[in-house]
């Protein structure tokens, strides 16, 4: 199992975010939460705080 740096919605919830991630939306192509990325970054934030 190899750990990706990449910023996984999924994987935000669980772990702590990284000091040097902005809250930028990077939209992919398999994010189901594509208008509404910042959002998820704060609410994750706030849940995980």
Do not use: C, F, G, S
């Not at 935000?12 to 192509?29: A, D, F, I, R």
């Not at 990325?37 to 849940?47: K, P």
């Amino acid at each position: 199992m190899k750990k990706t740096r990449t910023a996984n919605l999924h994987h935000l919830y669980h772990e702590p975010l990284p000091e040097n991630l902005k809250l930028t939306p990077k939209v992919e192509v398999d994010n189901v939460h594509q208008r509404q990325t910042t959002d998820v970054y704060e609410h994750a934030l706030t849940i995980t705080a």
